[in-house]
């Protein structure tokens, strides 16, 4: 548990946004939920989909896997919504 061999034990404090993309039956499940949880508990605005049925890695697979163009959409828009919300509220801070 020593934050120089897994992030998962550093600071979690000021990060940006994450959003993580997980299989349900790979080893990492654990870890991107306790790496969600920790950051959700400081403040981070965290989403987490879990994928059923894929594999490891099957988010680089957009060209074969249909559900890799899907997550790849739903990625894209998750961060234009972030993108958005901070030019709206820069916006409003100049007015």
Known sequence: KD???SPLYGDFKGLCPMYFTVCAT???LDDTIF???KAYKNGID???DIAPFMMHCFAYKVN???EAYIQT???SDWMMDKQRRKQRESM???L
């Open 3 to 5: 934050k120089r061999f």
């Open 26 to 28: 790979e080893i990492l």
């Open 35 to 37: 790496a969600a949880e």
């Open 46 to 48: 965290v989403r987490v």
């Open 64 to 66: 074969i896997l249909p």
């Open 73 to 75: 959409i739903m990625v």
């Open 92 to 94: 409003r801070s100049r």
